[in-house]
């Protein structure tokens, strides 16, 4: 690992802080890539329809647990078995579910058909889409900070009675102001709005939005 440059990789999945983070992330791929011998997958073929198109490639990963990948999509099917066997806070009717989420909810049911590196990721997923099902198999509530999902949730329960800026932008009558679009609880889809002017160096968007101080920011 010492004689590796830049120039030998292509493409990043992970950002890491040092070279301990490196070291520490290259050693757990190699565990991922030993463990996936293991559990000998076996790839297949034929064409099944599925909720995102026609499969193009078919992973099995035991009978009954079936990965189908799709020109633009893919994701898990669970046979009837397979699907009964699911804790009810995660089974999904019909036994689809799609790669980008809904696959935690399979790597949680089936531990044991995953690598720990993927159980790992599997675990964060869940706990930030689904935190109500993280929750029901765990048996606790989360904390502020545990769940990306649940903390928008809190926050918007924090500030439902609050002016939540909607959209922005720099003011052209008054260079060091931003122009902001605020919305009560910072809903989209219908409601009031009203408009105010906050200074650019405050205006910095949380990770939900941007709370509008009616004492200091002046409406327009």
Known sequence: MSEWRRDDFHGA???VADAVGFHDHIAELV???EELLRLDRKRCGGRRSTPWGQSQSNEIYADGVVFHSTASHGGFKLDRARNAKMPAALRVAGGWYEEDAE????AAGFPHLFTAYERRHAEKTLRDYYPNCWEAIHGRFLKPGESVENDRRLFHQKHRQDWVVVSAIHSKDHPDMTDCIARLGGRRD???ERRFLVPSREYVVGRFGFVIDEVRHKEV
């Open 103 to 106: 696959w935690s909810k399979v």
């Open 13 to 15: 999945i992970a950002m």
């Open 31 to 33: 565990q991922h890539r």
């Open 190 to 192: 219908h409601g009031h």
